[in-house]
């Protein structure tokens, strides 16, 4: 649920409204995502086939107009039949994040304090199971 939105000094001048303290970079930092209702392990027992990210390499591709997005996973892992079953290798992930916020299957009850070498993805946040992603990996 969007609440607010976030404005430096220049976009707050050109509304004109209140900064919110983001200082000259326009960007979320200490995201806060409430936790889920089903626990992690559940999570996983209902995946056939999927990927597990903690972690991208660098931003990525994408418009940001329409929600079209590619980024390389830097640290991923293959699920099957409810297993975590290795580590992932040459693997993109692709989507729309419209779509994907929309298709949300699940979200875990426990959270954790994430952050990368970039401090807008700084936060605390749950495991969020999306449906459908296109993954796209190098053969051999």
């Known amino acids: 649920m969007l609440r607010n939105f976030i404005y430096d000094l220049d976009t707050a001048a ?11 970079a326009r ?15 559940d999570m996983l027992r209902g995946i056939r086939n999927g990927l597990l990210v903690h972690e991208f390499i660098g931003l990525g591709q994408g418009n940001p107009i329409n929600g079209e997005f590619s980024v390389n996973v830097f640290l991923g892992y293959k699920i099957e039949n409810g297993e975590i079953v290795g580590r992932v290798k ?49 053969q051999g």
């Open 27 to 41: 960007r979320l930092t200490n995201v806060v995502i409430n936790a889920g209702d089903i626990p992690y392990r």
């Open 14 to 24: 050109r509304i004109p409204t209140h900064p919110t303290g983001h200082g000259s």
């Open 90 to 138: 040459d693997v993109m992930l692709a989507g729309n994040a419209f779509d994907a916020l929309k298709d949300i299957a699940a979200i875990s009850q426990e959270r954790d304090w994430v952050s990368g070498p970039w401090a807008w993805y700084n936060g605390l946040m749950p495991y969020v199971q999306i449906r459908k992603l296109s993954v796209i990996a190098r």
